[in-house]
């Protein structure tokens, strides 16, 4: 029995695999509330109950130093060591979430992903994974010769460049707000949604209708209404919001591809991609992806693709957990799958 991890600052959801035939099983998952729990050993401990596992692997936010990782987003340090003498695991492993998702993509079968440009997909050579959730995660997939192997990173991380003018005064606005430097985060994730709404409210004087300003105040999460009335077409600032959302996504994820040089093609993961499939659909993201002056026709020939299956992450930790435990390639199913 396998346990894999996706931790996240909202929540952690865990999952049970076994190993039949070299393929993974799917047998039970949960996700938590990440802020009503004081660590994670206690979360793994109420979902095992009975269960016994013999590798763990959990997908973090943020670099993993020597096995250990402290969260940004949570009161929380992890050590892997720790983890496996608390939780009487043989072998536990933790891994930077986006890496997790990479190494889940070898995973997924072919309805599990939405391709959104085909590319020129007899392209062969290093791929990126982007993915904006309750942060904007980025990695590098290396192709070694015979698979791609995730490096995790921390682009989203990296400075936000505005291309045009709407967006020059979304960035004075961001640094008003946060007290200095603005990251790509802050635009191309949930609160960047949120925060793109809030400067077309504040400093473009787009009407919120009272009905609006009511639904998001009932609401823990504003960008599940203002997804809601975008796609529905009911709302302009909503539409607007999301508009300019998708466009700064697609060309953050342009700029990824030209660093990784990912002629084998750009995936888009996270939370918030399968719910706005139909707004990627529409142009707004592929345009801005490869607008990218002289270089705009190796963007037009990278294939994107859409990962759909939520549970994406848990699906490469599993793989993860799984190959590395088992120490010896020959002793692992999954290891041609996972770098050793």
Not at 13 to 31: F, M, N, P, V
Request: aromatic share 8%.
């Amino acid at each position: 029995m396998i346990l894999a991890g996706d931790v996240g600052g909202t929540k952690v959801h865990l999952a049970l695999y076994d190993l039949i035939e070299g393929k993974l099983k799917h047998t039970r998952d949960k996700q938590y509330p990440a802020k009503d729990y004081p660590g994670l050993e206690v979360i793994v401990k109420e979902f095992l109950g009975a269960d016994k596992v013999t590798a763990a692997c959990f997908g973090v936010p943020g670099p993993v130093r020597d096995g250990r990782l402290r969260l940004t987003n949570l009161p929380w340090t992890l050590d892997s060591r720790e983890l496996a003498a608390g939780l009487v695991i043989p072998h536990v492993f933790l891994i930077n979430d986006l890496e997790a998702n990479g190494y889940g993509i070898a995973q997924l079968s072919p309805d599990q992903i939405y391709t959104l440009s085909e590319g020129d997909s007899g392209q062969t050579g290093n791929r990126a994974l982007i993915a904006a959730g309750t942060g904007l995660g980025e990695c590098t997939l290396a192709w070694n010769g015979h698979i791609h192997v995730p490096y995790p990173s921390e682009g989203g991380h990296a400075d936000y460049g505005p291309r045009n003018e709407d967006e020059i005064d979304l960035l004075r606005f961001l640094k008003q707000k946060y007290n200095g430097r603005v990251s790509y985060e802050r635009v191309v994730s949930g609160m960047g949604l949120t925060n793109i709404y809030e400067f077309l409210r504040e400093v473009r004087g787009v009407d919120e209708p009272a009905w609006l300003a009511a639904r998001i105040a009932a609401v823990p999460d504003p960008n599940s209404v203002i997804t809601e009335m975008a796609l529905a077409a009911k709302s302009e600032i909503c539409e607007k919001a999301l508009d300019m959302f998708v466009s700064a996504y697609g060309a953050e994820a342009g700029n990824l591809a030209l660093k990784v040089l990912s002629v084998g093609g750009l995936y888009v993961g996270g939370g918030i991609a399968p719910r706005i499939l139909e707004k990627l659909k529409d142009g707004t993201f592929l345009k801005a992806f490869t607008d990218k002056g002289r270089l705009s026709q190796l963007l037009i020939n990278m294939p994107v693709r859409v990962i759909l299956e939520s549970k994406a992450a848990l699906l490469g930790a599993a793989a993860y957990a799984e190959a590395h435990a088992a120490e010896l390639i020959a002793a692992s199913p999954l290891a041609a799958t996972v770098k050793m």
